[in-house]
Every structure is written in structure tokens, then in C-alpha cells.
């Protein structure tokens, strides 16, 4: 039995807000990989909540890859294969096993769809007050606080991974920065970020 084709449509390098976003999002949440001399495999694997967010993802890519639902761990996933797309990702320094590793292109370091991007992977935003979270390699936390210009300091965790958090106008400066009139998001964060006065 041939096996089955998928559609997916990647697109230039320019930077456009659905690509920085997307790049953003990767760096934090996806996982590249090949296996010996097969293509590029691009995964995205996501709460099943979010669910409509990987949808998004293929809509991008004006793709028809299947979304796969994990209910014994309410998590659903995406996996493209596409040597192009792996290609674009290793261009923009998104590689196999960045976890401990990733750094911030220069050509996206000031981008903010980037940064919401990375945020809606790695970030997280109070349901209660004005504050928020973010995490990642050094390098990643020292570009995004020197993006967000606060002042904000980067902490020393455990195993390569840092932290950045902050609370009150702080925190509403950072998240209106990202999100305002934002087209692509995360919806649940979108909705934390405009429900509790941060574009105030």
C-alpha cells in the first residue's frame, strides 16, 4: 500500500508576522528531528485544550497533515515531515535537541510576534494579578528581557534552565507589548492577557 501524502506549502523567508510567531513557538514548544537519511520531521505536541492551536499551525502551512489525540494523556499532536520546513528552522538556529542549547537569531531578537511566540510556549500569565513567567536557556532569557527593556533580571534555576518573572506594571508593560492587537495567539493566554488590565 502507497503511503499517503500530505499537503504542506512552506513558506519564503520573509519575515512575516505568521512566520517570526511560528519560529517563536518552535523554538519554545517544537522538536525537530531526522531519523538516518529520512526528511526533516517537525513536531508540535500540545495539551489537548490547545488543540485549535495546532490547527493553526497547519492552516499556515495550508497543510492537511492529521492532528492525533492522546487521550490517556489529554494531549494531541502534529508531526510534518518536510525537508524545506526543517530546512527554514535550521536557518533560523531552531535544531534537534535545543532544549539546553537554543539561541535567539539575530534577525528575530527585537521581533515581538517572535517573542509572543515563545512566550505562548514557555511563558506563563496569572489568573489573579498582573504577572508572568518565562523560561528557558540563558541566552533565550537574557535576549527576551533585553527585548522587553524593564529592567528584568534573569535567574539561575538548575541544569541550563532560567527564569524571568515579574508582577504589577512590570508585567502589564511586558504582556501589552506582545499581545496588543496581536492576529495569532495562544487563545487561552490572549484571554488571560486581556482579562485581568494588562493593556491598561
Given at each position: ?52 492551536h495546532l490547527q493553526k499551525f497547519l492552516n499556515f502551512l495550508q497543510s492537511d497533515y492529521p492532528i492525533y489525540d492522546h487521550s490517556h494523556t489529554n494531549s494531541c ?115 488571560l492577557a486581556g482579562g485581568y488590565s494588562y493593556f491598561s
Open positions: 500500500m502507497a503511503k499517503q501524502q500530505y499537503k504542506v506549502i512552506v513558506p519564503s523567508n520573509e519575515l512575516t508576522e505568521e512566520l517570526a510567531y511560528w519560529l517563536g513557538f518552535l523554538l519554545a514548544d517544537g522538536n525537530l528531528r531526522r531519523q538516518g537519511q529520512r526528511s526533516w520531521q517537525t513536531r508540535i505536541h500540545l495539551a489537548i485544550c490547545d488543540k485549535s499532536m502534529v508531526t510534518i515531515t518536510s525537508e524545506a520546513l526543517g530546512d527554514l528552522l535550521m536557518s533560523y538556529g531552531i535544531t534537534p535537541r535545543k532544549s539546553r542549547t537554543a539561541q535567539v537569531d539575530v534577525r528575530l531578537a527585537d521581533n515581538r510576534h517572535f517573542w509572543r511566540g515563545v512566550f505562548d510556549g514557555d511563558g506563563y500569565i496569572g489568573k489573579d494579578n498582573p504577572r508572568f513567567g518565562f523560561g528557558g536557556t540563558q541566552d533565550v532569557c537574557e535576549k527576551f528581557t533585553q527585548f522587553l527593556g524593564s529592567g528584568l533580571r534573569v535567574h539561575f534555576k538548575c541544569n541550563d534552565f532560567y527564569t524571568v518573572e515579574t508582577c504589577g506594571k512590570k508585567a502589564q508593560h511586558a504582556v501589552s507589548t506582545m499581545y496588543n492587537n496581536a492576529t495569532i495567539v495562544l487563545e487561552r493566554k490572549a484571554i
